[in-house]
Nanobody, 121 residues
Framework: QVHLVESGGGLVQAGGSLRLSCAAS????????MGWYRQAPGKQRELVAA?????????ADSVKGRFTISRDNANAKNTVYLQMNSLKPEDTAVYYC?????????????WGQGTQVTVSS
């Protein structure tokens, strides 16, 4: 059984920061890639950021320079973080953690329940 549990969402003013966390448990050896998606009402799901076990990263153009993804694999942890700075109202969405064998298959991998991020103007 695989579980991904997100935390850290909330309400923040434009220009502020939030840090999302995602703790993975279960068959963690499968999780070479972990990442964050988001979906706003009426919009398509978007891959925000992803990271591999080798710390290779990828970002959506809309968040480059503002968001940073990191990963903690020490001591049997398998946790991924998303530091979000200079937040904008258009960053408002439900953010989902995902895990898979590689970045290309994250969309079809394991997903968490999501955490709401709301940025007020």
């Amino acid at each position: 059984q695989v579980h991904l549990v997100e935390s850290g969402g909330g309400l923040v003013q434009a220009g502020g920061s939030l840090r999302l966390s995602c703790a993975a448990s279960g068959s963690i050896f499968r999780f070479n890639a972990m990442g964050w998606y988001r979906q706003a009402p009426g919009k398509q799901r978007e891959l925000v950021a992803a990271i591999t076990s080798g710390s290779n990263t990828a970002y959506a153009d809309s968040v480059k320079g503002r968001f940073t993804i990191s990963r903690d694999n020490a001591n049997a942890k398998n946790t991924v973080y998303l530091q979000m700075n200079s937040l904008k109202p258009e960053d408002t969405a439900v953010y989902y953690c995902a895990a898979a064998a590689n970045i290309a298959t994250l969309g079809a991998g394991y997903w968490g329940q999501g955490t709401q991020v709301t940025v007020s103007s």
